[in-house]
Protein backbone atom coordinates (compact mmCIF):
# COMPACT_ATOMS: atom_id res chain seq x y z
CA UNK A 1 0.00 0.00 0.00
CA UNK A 2 1.19 3.54 -0.80
CA UNK A 3 1.94 5.87 2.24
CA UNK A 4 -1.24 7.66 1.06
CA UNK A 5 -3.50 5.41 0.69
CA UNK A 6 -2.41 4.64 3.86
CA UNK A 7 -5.16 7.89 4.60
CA UNK A 8 -8.12 6.06 2.82
CA UNK A 9 -10.81 5.55 4.56
CA UNK A 10 -13.30 3.71 1.53
CA UNK A 11 -15.32 1.59 2.84
CA UNK A 12 -15.27 2.53 6.69
CA UNK A 13 -17.82 4.29 8.43
CA UNK A 14 -17.46 6.96 11.16
CA UNK A 15 -19.57 8.65 13.51
CA UNK A 16 -18.43 12.40 14.75
CA UNK A 17 -19.75 13.67 17.66
CA UNK A 18 -20.66 17.51 17.45
CA UNK A 19 -20.07 16.94 13.51
CA UNK A 20 -22.22 19.73 12.68
CA UNK A 21 -19.92 23.08 13.35
CA UNK A 22 -16.54 24.00 14.40
CA UNK A 23 -13.66 21.31 14.76
CA UNK A 24 -15.78 18.11 14.31
CA UNK A 25 -17.08 19.32 11.24
CA UNK A 26 -13.94 19.89 9.72
CA UNK A 27 -12.69 16.36 10.77
CA UNK A 28 -16.72 15.21 9.35
CA UNK A 29 -15.02 16.81 5.81
CA UNK A 30 -11.64 15.49 6.29
CA UNK A 31 -12.99 11.51 7.03
CA UNK A 32 -15.56 12.16 4.22
CA UNK A 33 -12.62 12.98 1.77
CA UNK A 34 -10.62 10.42 2.43
CA UNK A 35 -13.65 8.19 1.64
CA UNK A 36 -15.55 7.29 5.17
CA UNK A 37 -19.18 7.60 4.97
CA UNK A 38 -20.30 10.03 7.97
CA UNK A 39 -22.76 10.33 10.57
CA UNK A 40 -22.95 13.65 12.11
CA UNK A 41 -24.14 13.16 15.92
CA UNK A 42 -24.90 16.25 17.88
CA UNK A 43 -28.36 17.87 19.01
CA UNK A 44 -29.36 20.81 16.75
CA UNK A 45 -31.01 18.80 13.55
CA UNK A 46 -30.66 22.43 11.04
CA UNK A 47 -27.38 22.27 11.81
CA UNK A 48 -27.04 18.81 11.29
CA UNK A 49 -28.77 18.99 8.11
CA UNK A 50 -26.76 21.80 6.67
CA UNK A 51 -23.40 19.65 7.00
CA UNK A 52 -24.41 16.81 5.78
CA UNK A 53 -25.30 18.59 2.86
CA UNK A 54 -22.12 20.25 2.61
CA UNK A 55 -20.54 16.36 2.91
CA UNK A 56 -22.79 14.92 0.60
CA UNK A 57 -21.79 18.08 -2.07
CA UNK A 58 -18.25 16.63 -1.56
CA UNK A 59 -19.81 13.01 -3.34
CA UNK A 60 -19.67 11.68 0.22
CA UNK A 61 -22.30 9.28 1.92
CA UNK A 62 -23.56 11.33 4.91
CA UNK A 63 -26.36 11.11 7.59
CA UNK A 64 -27.56 13.04 10.77
CA UNK A 65 -28.38 11.60 13.58
CA UNK A 66 -30.06 13.74 16.24
CA UNK A 67 -28.02 13.00 19.33
CA UNK A 68 -27.56 14.26 22.64
CA UNK A 69 -24.07 12.40 23.85
CA UNK A 70 -24.92 13.25 27.58
CA UNK A 71 -28.29 10.84 26.99
CA UNK A 72 -27.00 6.96 27.33
CA UNK A 73 -30.51 6.26 25.49
CA UNK A 74 -29.42 8.79 22.73
CA UNK A 75 -26.20 7.08 22.18
CA UNK A 76 -28.12 3.21 22.07
CA UNK A 77 -29.96 4.42 19.64
CA UNK A 78 -27.15 6.59 17.42
CA UNK A 79 -25.38 3.60 17.29
CA UNK A 80 -28.25 1.70 16.17
CA UNK A 81 -29.10 4.14 13.49
CA UNK A 82 -26.17 4.66 12.01
CA UNK A 83 -25.50 0.86 12.13
CA UNK A 84 -28.78 0.30 10.47
CA UNK A 85 -28.27 3.15 7.59
CA UNK A 86 -24.29 2.83 7.10
CA UNK A 87 -23.47 -0.25 8.83
CA UNK A 88 -21.09 -1.37 11.81
CA UNK A 89 -19.21 1.70 13.29
CA UNK A 90 -15.74 1.86 12.24
CA UNK A 91 -14.38 5.00 13.38
CA UNK A 92 -15.17 6.73 15.96
CA UNK A 93 -14.62 10.90 16.83
CA UNK A 94 -15.56 12.33 20.27
CA UNK A 95 -15.30 15.66 19.80
CA UNK A 96 -18.89 17.42 20.90
CA UNK A 97 -17.77 19.31 24.03
CA UNK A 98 -18.50 23.03 25.63
CA UNK A 99 -16.57 25.54 28.09
CA UNK A 100 -17.71 27.55 30.97
CA UNK A 101 -15.19 30.26 32.24
CA UNK A 102 -14.65 31.42 35.68
CA UNK A 103 -13.28 31.62 38.97
CA UNK A 104 -13.64 28.14 40.64
CA UNK A 105 -15.20 29.93 43.87
CA UNK A 106 -18.01 31.02 41.99
CA UNK A 107 -19.03 27.93 39.76
CA UNK A 108 -21.91 25.97 40.82
CA UNK A 109 -22.22 22.13 40.78
CA UNK A 110 -24.41 22.33 37.90
CA UNK A 111 -21.86 23.93 35.81
CA UNK A 112 -18.85 21.43 37.41
CA UNK A 113 -21.57 18.98 36.57
CA UNK A 114 -22.52 20.44 32.94
CA UNK A 115 -19.06 20.14 31.42
CA UNK A 116 -17.98 16.95 32.83
CA UNK A 117 -21.22 15.37 31.69
CA UNK A 118 -20.87 16.45 28.05
CA UNK A 119 -16.73 16.42 27.86
CA UNK A 120 -15.73 13.98 30.40
CA UNK A 121 -18.79 10.95 30.84
CA UNK A 122 -20.19 11.31 27.48
CA UNK A 123 -16.78 10.34 26.22
CA UNK A 124 -16.66 7.36 28.19
CA UNK A 125 -20.74 6.92 27.44
CA UNK A 126 -19.93 6.60 23.44
CA UNK A 127 -16.95 4.53 23.65
CA UNK A 128 -18.76 2.40 25.64
CA UNK A 129 -21.77 1.72 23.27
CA UNK A 130 -19.80 1.70 20.01
CA UNK A 131 -16.41 0.63 21.72
CA UNK A 132 -18.56 -3.01 22.46
CA UNK A 133 -19.32 -3.48 18.79
CA UNK A 134 -15.65 -2.78 17.75
CA UNK A 135 -14.18 -4.84 19.97
CA UNK A 136 -17.01 -8.02 19.44
CA UNK A 137 -15.86 -7.14 15.67
CA UNK A 138 -12.14 -7.10 16.57
CA UNK A 139 -11.11 -3.61 14.67
CA UNK A 140 -12.17 0.12 15.43
CA UNK A 141 -10.43 3.62 15.87
CA UNK A 142 -11.46 6.06 18.11
CA UNK A 143 -10.17 9.14 18.26
CA UNK A 144 -11.09 11.63 21.42
CA UNK A 145 -10.77 15.54 20.76
CA UNK A 146 -9.31 16.26 24.38
CA UNK A 147 -7.14 19.72 24.72
CA UNK A 148 -3.66 21.42 25.66
CA UNK A 149 -6.14 22.57 28.63
CA UNK A 150 -5.98 19.04 29.78
CA UNK A 151 -2.25 19.59 30.11
CA UNK A 152 -1.48 23.08 31.82
CA UNK A 153 -3.50 26.15 33.12
CA UNK A 154 -4.79 28.63 30.58
CA UNK A 155 -4.44 32.23 31.22
CA UNK A 156 -6.09 35.04 31.83
CA UNK A 157 -9.41 33.11 32.23
CA UNK A 158 -9.84 30.44 34.83
CA UNK A 159 -11.97 26.88 33.72
CA UNK A 160 -11.15 24.73 36.16
CA UNK A 161 -13.92 21.71 35.33
CA UNK A 162 -12.74 22.76 31.81
CA UNK A 163 -9.26 21.91 32.16
CA UNK A 164 -10.39 18.45 34.15
CA UNK A 165 -12.54 17.29 31.83
CA UNK A 166 -9.75 16.98 29.23
CA UNK A 167 -7.12 16.04 31.45
CA UNK A 168 -9.96 13.17 32.36
CA UNK A 169 -10.18 12.73 28.74
CA UNK A 170 -6.59 12.20 28.19
CA UNK A 171 -6.24 9.69 30.83
CA UNK A 172 -9.28 7.30 29.85
CA UNK A 173 -7.90 7.73 26.00
CA UNK A 174 -5.03 5.90 27.45
CA UNK A 175 -6.74 3.36 29.29
CA UNK A 176 -8.91 1.86 26.58
CA UNK A 177 -6.41 1.83 24.31
CA UNK A 178 -4.40 -0.16 26.86
CA UNK A 179 -7.64 -2.60 27.61
CA UNK A 180 -8.77 -3.21 23.56
CA UNK A 181 -5.51 -3.05 22.25
CA UNK A 182 -5.87 -7.10 21.79
CA UNK A 183 -8.39 -6.32 20.32
CA UNK A 184 -7.25 -4.39 17.38
CA UNK A 185 -9.64 -0.94 18.61
CA UNK A 186 -7.30 1.62 18.86
CA UNK A 187 -7.97 5.05 21.04
CA UNK A 188 -5.58 8.37 20.34
CA UNK A 189 -6.45 11.99 21.12
CA UNK A 190 -5.83 15.13 19.67
CA UNK A 191 -5.18 18.18 22.06
CA UNK A 192 -5.97 21.12 19.82
CA UNK A 193 -4.79 24.57 21.22
CA UNK A 194 -6.51 27.79 20.56
CA UNK A 195 -8.79 27.38 17.55
CA UNK A 196 -11.34 29.41 16.18
CA UNK A 197 -14.65 28.30 16.24
CA UNK A 198 -17.78 29.60 18.17
CA UNK A 199 -16.64 27.99 21.52
CA UNK A 200 -13.34 30.39 21.81
CA UNK A 201 -13.00 33.76 22.85
CA UNK A 202 -10.09 34.18 20.66
CA UNK A 203 -10.77 37.85 19.06
CA UNK A 204 -11.35 39.09 22.60
CA UNK A 205 -8.25 41.82 22.69
CA UNK A 206 -7.96 40.86 26.51
CA UNK A 207 -6.92 37.54 25.85
CA UNK A 208 -4.60 38.50 22.71
CA UNK A 209 -1.39 38.95 24.77
CA UNK A 210 -2.16 35.10 25.97
CA UNK A 211 -4.08 32.98 23.44
CA UNK A 212 -1.74 34.67 20.36
CA UNK A 213 1.45 36.64 21.14
CA UNK A 214 2.37 34.11 23.30
CA UNK A 215 2.13 31.14 20.83
CA UNK A 216 5.56 30.49 20.14
CA UNK A 217 4.09 30.67 15.99
CA UNK A 218 2.48 33.89 17.07
CA UNK A 219 -1.41 32.44 15.68
CA UNK A 220 -4.66 30.61 16.69
CA UNK A 221 -5.45 27.58 14.49
CA UNK A 222 -7.96 26.76 12.05
CA UNK A 223 -10.34 23.90 12.23
CA UNK A 224 -9.08 22.49 9.03
CA UNK A 225 -5.66 23.01 10.68
CA UNK A 226 -6.97 20.43 13.37
CA UNK A 227 -8.53 17.81 11.26
CA UNK A 228 -5.54 16.19 9.30
CA UNK A 229 -3.89 14.71 12.80
CA UNK A 230 -7.88 13.04 13.53
CA UNK A 231 -7.59 11.69 9.90
CA UNK A 232 -4.17 10.27 10.70
CA UNK A 233 -5.27 8.59 14.06
CA UNK A 234 -8.34 7.39 12.35
CA UNK A 235 -7.03 5.56 9.48
CA UNK A 236 -4.31 2.61 9.09
CA UNK A 237 -1.34 5.59 8.81
CA UNK A 238 -1.34 4.90 12.20
CA UNK A 239 -1.93 1.43 12.44
CA UNK A 240 0.92 1.00 15.42
CA UNK A 241 -0.43 4.46 17.39
CA UNK A 242 -2.62 3.55 20.25
CA UNK A 243 -2.82 5.66 23.95
CA UNK A 244 -1.21 8.48 21.87
CA UNK A 245 -2.27 12.09 22.87
CA UNK A 246 -1.11 13.97 19.96
CA UNK A 247 -0.67 18.26 20.69
CA UNK A 248 -1.26 20.89 17.95
CA UNK A 249 -0.69 24.04 19.84
CA UNK A 250 1.71 26.15 17.16
CA UNK A 251 4.18 25.13 20.28
CA UNK A 252 2.25 26.92 23.17
CA UNK A 253 2.80 24.18 25.27
CA UNK A 254 6.70 24.20 24.75
CA UNK A 255 7.21 26.96 27.27
P1 LIG B 1 -18.17 24.38 18.91
O1 LIG B 1 -18.92 25.06 20.01
O2 LIG B 1 -17.96 25.10 17.62
O3 LIG B 1 -18.85 22.99 18.59
C1 LIG B 1 -19.26 22.14 19.64
C2 LIG B 1 -19.99 20.96 19.05
O4 LIG B 1 -20.36 20.07 20.11
C3 LIG B 1 -21.26 21.37 18.33
O5 LIG B 1 -21.37 20.61 17.16
C4 LIG B 1 -22.36 20.97 19.32
O6 LIG B 1 -23.55 20.63 18.58
C5 LIG B 1 -21.74 19.76 19.98
N1 LIG B 1 -22.30 19.44 21.30
C6 LIG B 1 -22.24 20.19 22.42
N2 LIG B 1 -22.91 19.58 23.41
C7 LIG B 1 -23.42 18.43 22.89
C8 LIG B 1 -24.23 17.38 23.40
N3 LIG B 1 -24.67 17.36 24.67
N4 LIG B 1 -24.56 16.35 22.58
C9 LIG B 1 -24.11 16.34 21.30
N5 LIG B 1 -23.35 17.31 20.75
C10 LIG B 1 -23.02 18.34 21.55
O7 LIG B 1 -16.76 23.94 19.57
P2 LIG B 1 -15.34 23.53 18.96
O8 LIG B 1 -15.49 23.03 17.58
O9 LIG B 1 -14.39 24.59 19.28
O10 LIG B 1 -15.00 22.32 19.94
C11 LIG B 1 -15.00 20.97 19.54
C12 LIG B 1 -14.16 20.19 20.53
O11 LIG B 1 -12.82 20.68 20.48
C13 LIG B 1 -14.62 20.31 21.97
O12 LIG B 1 -14.47 19.07 22.62
C14 LIG B 1 -13.65 21.34 22.55
O13 LIG B 1 -13.51 21.22 23.93
C15 LIG B 1 -12.38 20.96 21.79
N6 LIG B 1 -11.35 21.99 21.76
C16 LIG B 1 -11.60 23.22 21.21
C17 LIG B 1 -10.60 24.19 21.17
C18 LIG B 1 -10.82 25.55 20.60
O14 LIG B 1 -9.96 26.43 20.79
N7 LIG B 1 -11.91 25.78 19.87
C19 LIG B 1 -9.26 23.91 21.72
C20 LIG B 1 -9.10 22.58 22.25
C21 LIG B 1 -10.11 21.67 22.26
P3 LIG B 1 -25.05 20.82 19.18
O15 LIG B 1 -25.04 22.07 20.01
O16 LIG B 1 -25.92 20.91 17.95
O17 LIG B 1 -25.33 19.58 19.96
Same mark, same amino acid.
Given at each position: ??? $? &???? $??? =????????????????AVALAEAGASVAIASRDEARNGEA? +????? $?????? @?? =?????SRADIVAMRDQVTAQLGPIDILVNNAG??????????? &? &?? !? &????ATNLDAVWKVSQVVGESMVERGTGSIVNVGSMSGMIINR??????????KAGVHHLTRSLAAEWA? =???RVNAIA????????????????KHYWIDEVPMQRYAQASEIA?????? +? @??? @???????? $????????? !?
Amino acid at each position: MSV $L &DQFR $LNG =KVAVVTGGNRGIGKAIAVALAEAGASVAIASRDEARNGEAV +AELTG $LGATAI @ST =KTDVTSRADIVAMRDQVTAQLGPIDILVNNAGIGIHGESLTID &D &DS !W &DRVMATNLDAVWKVSQVVGESMVERGTGSIVNVGSMSGMIINRPQWHAPYGVSKAGVHHLTRSLAAEWAP =KSVRVNAIAPGYTKTEISDIDLPEYKHYWIDEVPMQRYAQASEIAPAALYL +A @SPA @SSFVTGEI $LVIDGGYTL !W
